[in-house]
């Protein structure tokens, strides 16, 4: 059973620091593209970034460009969220989503990150508070 | 960047009769090299992840009820619920996946209920 588990969250006071976790199983974590995605208190969906299956490609949304760092361990099954300098509008459950890849994306040798988000985890939250 | 608007932002609807919710993109995301539209529909419950519900705009996923239906092309999509039961309350997002570097985009949500 495909699973993700988010960890890492908490209360941290605006300009800290927190890093997020989130462990996969039932699953090769290396043969997908990865994202975090945010979601603040009452409000929608916003994508923040994701990483390459091997990861050396990242990719963020602009407000937390130069702020946040993802990454990831595929030996270790894991992926991460580097949050630096947060801010009271960084305030969210934090989710990480996986990229789906079909056996018809495995037949064409598609790897791309062109994809729905097939799996999320239940997510972690973070309050940025002065 | 691709943004997407849906409508309406809420919508109640008596058990049993058709809910009908629509997703515009501020630009086009099909692609005609493969004829496929890179559009998704997310069903959220409280206090649960969002859930895959359709994807491709019109392809059901698995387990996913049949009175579930995706469809639109280029700028216009709707998720239509033919028949509305108790458990289909939830928020529901349409969410790109078009855009070239890879910066998916999510509408505002429509929070369906029952009349």
């Known amino acids: 059973e495909v699973q993700l588990v988010e960890s890492g969250g908490g209360l941290v006071q605006t300009g800290g620091s927190l890093r997020l976790s989130c462990e996969a199983s039932?699953?090769?974590?290396?043969?997908?593209?990865m994202n975090w995605v945010r979601q603040a208190p009452g409000k929608g969906l916003e994508w923040v970034a994701n990483?390459?299956?091997?990861?050396?490609?990242?990719f963020y949304v602009g407000s937390v460009k130069g702020r946040f760092t993802i990454s990831r361990d595929n030996a270790k099954n894991s992926l991460y969220l580097q949050m630096n300098s947060l801010r009271a509008e960084d305030t969210a459950m934090y989710y990480c989503?996986?990229?789906?890849?079909?056996?018809?994306?495995?037949?064409?040798?598609?790897?791309?990150?062109?994809?729905?988000?097939?799996?999320w985890g239940r997510g972690t939250l973070v309050t940025v508070s002065s | 960047d691709i943004v997407m608007t849906q409508s309406p932002d809420s919508l109640a609807v008596s058990l049993g009769e058709r809910a009908t919710i629509n997703c515009k993109s501020s630009?086009?995301?099909?692609?005609?090299?493969?004829?496929?539209?890179?559009l998704a529909w997310y069903q959220q419950k409280p206090g649960q992840p969002p859930k895959l519900l359709i994807s491709?705009?019109?392809t059901r996923e698995s387990g996913v009820p049949d009175r579930f239906s995706g469809s639109g092309s280029g700028t216009d999509f709707t998720l239509t619920i033919s028949s509305l039961q108790a458990e289909d309350v939830a928020v529901y997002y349409c969410?790109?996946?078009?855009?070239?570097?890879?910066?998916?985009?999510f509408g505002q949500g429509t929070k369906l209920e029952i009349k």
């Open positions: 989503a996986r990229v789906s890849w079909s056996p018809s994306d495995q037949k064409d040798g598609y790897e791309g990150p062109y994809r729905n988000f097939d799996y």
């Open positions: 990483i390459k299956r091997d990861g050396s490609e990242e």
């Open positions: 630009q086009s995301v099909f692609w005609s090299s493969n004829n496929r539209n890179y």
């Open positions: 039932g699953f090769t974590l290396g043969n997908h593209w």
């Open positions: 491709w705009a019109s």
């Open positions: 969410q790109q996946y078009f855009t070239t570097p890879p910066g998916y985009t």
